[in-house]
């Protein structure tokens, strides 16, 4: 039987020992100590090398009260729109000198309870957090608010007066490419959303409302499908839609990953996309410039967003930005308009409305 011997980590005790110097010399060279000379803080620092020592940066900034982590509590890490938004969280913090700990709800609430729990207990110094389908309260998230942690809410989010929001304008954008349908021609326009629990599904739901009323057309509740916008519930709404007893001519989806594979599914059936039903989604996510005919969309700017809940939340962990109630940050967006939704034989090239 073969024993494995793990090796113990080298401490400074070990390097003062090689060295035969004090631990107090040691620690100080490590650290960049004006006390200690040049040729001396070169000597350690080639034997800490050689030695493979390693710096606790844990035990430091714990010291210090810092642990130079955030924490990030996403619904789910295989969605594109997240992708982006946690590659601009991590270019930011990077260029701070902080690091990320992500975790993921899947869409629940308990699991957001029990990642709120593990990144308090990791004690990160801020928390950035897009709520799942499940979450009605927020009571979860005290413990840090009361420990004066600052919580950035972004995407998904929930109103607390000790707490930043970052969102786009769900319902102008929604409006928007309601209205975009309607330009076009349609006049019954089916809404596929998400959970109406989360402030971005409500929004546009109210937005394709509002489109509807402003432009003389009926609401129907039988026109609007809610699923969890996965590529299979695409492919659910899709035989949902061919089931109505008068089919729709417009489609306005709150993701683009839905909208592809319902579009997929429709032209399986014979449906053409845009003569018979023009689409929208939402989010420009690359699977939009994929299908054909490429999807018209709104682009929700994640890269921007998860700069900003960055920038932000640096700044109140600072202590260099005040708190505001109901402080809400709104980013712009745009309708990018492509072949999915021109019916008419205008050149379809794309083009971008500014929302």
Do not use: W
């Amino acid at each position: 039987m073969t024993i494995i011997r793990m090796e113990k980590d080298i401490t400074i005790y070990d390097i003062a020992r090689e060295l035969d110097l004090s631990p107090t010399t040691i620690s100080r060279a490590l650290n960049d100590h004006p006390a200690v000379n040049k040729n001396t803080k070169q000597r350690i620092a080639d034997a800490a090398a050689q030695m493979g020592y390693r710096s606790n940066l844990f035990a430091s900034n714990l010291r210090k009260q810092r642990t130079n982590t955030i924490g990030v509590i996403v619904p789910r890490l295989n969605s594109p729109f997240m992708s982006s938004v946690i590659s601009g969280m991590e270019k930011m913090a990077n260029e701070a000198g902080y690091n990320l700990i992500i975790s993921q709800s899947l869409e629940t609430l308990q699991k957001e309870m029990a990642n709120a729990k593990t990144m308090f207990d990791s004690r990160v110094d801020g928390l950035l957090v897009s709520l799942s389908y499940e979450t009605d309260q927020i009571e979860h998230f005290e413990n840090f608010i009361n420990r004066g942690i600052p919580v950035i809410f972004y995407d998904r989010v929930a109103e607390h007066r000790d707490c930043t929001s970052i969102v786009i304008d769900n319902l102008q954008a929604a409006y928007k490419a309601t209205s975009h349908l309607i330009e076009q021609g349609c006049r019954n326009i089916v809404h596929i959303t998400g959970n109406l629990k989360r402030n971005v599904y409500t929004d546009r739901l109210k937005g394709y409302k509002y489109a509807l009323v402003d432009h003389d057309l009926a609401y129907d509740d039988a026109n609007v499908l809610i699923n969890n916008l996965s590529e299979e519930a695409g492919e659910q709404a899709a035989k949902q839609i061919l089931d109505m007893k008068t089919l729709p001519d417009g489609i306005f989806v709150s993701n683009d990953t839905c909208a592809v594979s319902c579009i997929k599914t429709l032209k399986q059936a014979g449906i053409s996309v845009p003569k018979d039903m023009a689409v929208v989604g939402f989010n420009n996510d690359t699977i939009s410039r994929v299908i054909e005919p490429n999807l018209t969309t709104i682009n929700y700017p994640g890269q921007e967003m998860g700069e900003m809940a960055v920038r932000v939340l640096l700044l109140q962990m600072n202590g260099t930005e005040e708190r505001a109630p109901s402080n809400t940050i709104t980013l712009r967006s745009e309708l990018i308009i492509r072949d999915s939704s021109l019916k008419s034989k205008v050149s379809p090239k794309q083009r971008v409305v500014l929302i």
